[in-house]
């Protein structure tokens, strides 16, 4: 089992920036795909960004690509996604994720996920 906390959610103008992290324990996450997911209130949860076992291999949404940066770092077991320039259809709910799978793009693919935090960018 992996148990995954995110932090670093909060209000920002348009514009501005947030690291979001998110915290692994139970298991190293060297030996899974990490991803992030966000859901904005009445939609349903979208992929924002994903990151392969290595850290070698990225993909974004293109709706955050060049904005957001996804990163890892296996030895301290945590992922970290920073945003820039944000907007506020960035506005949601963040969940990291844990995939068996190198790494992945949809929902299903993952195994383990966070209870999330929220990201409010106001206008």
């Known amino acids: 089992q992996v148990q995954l906390v995110e932090s670093g959610g909060g209000l920002v103008q348009a514009g501005g920036s947030l690291r979001l992290s998110c915290a692994a324990s139970?298991?190293?996450?060297?030996?899974?795909?990490m991803g992030w997911f966000r859901q904005a209130p009445e939609k349903e949860r979208e992929f924002v960004a994903t990151?392969?076992?290595?850290?070698?291999?990225?993909a974004y949404s293109d709706s955050v690509k060049g904005r957001f940066t996804l990163s890892r770092d296996n030895a301290e077991n945590t992922v970290s996604l920073q945003m820039k320039s944000l907007k506020p259809e960035d506005t949601a709910v963040y969940y990291c994720?844990?995939?068996?799978?190198?790494?992945?793009?949809?929902?299903?693919?993952?195994?383990?996920w966070g209870q999330g935090t929220q990201v409010t960018v106001s206008s």
């Open positions: 994720a844990a995939t068996n799978r190198v790494w992945g793009l949809r929902q299903n693919d993952y195994n383990y």
């Open positions: 990151i392969s076992r290595s850290g070698g291999n990225t």
């Open positions: 139970g298991r190293t996450i060297s030996g899974y795909g």
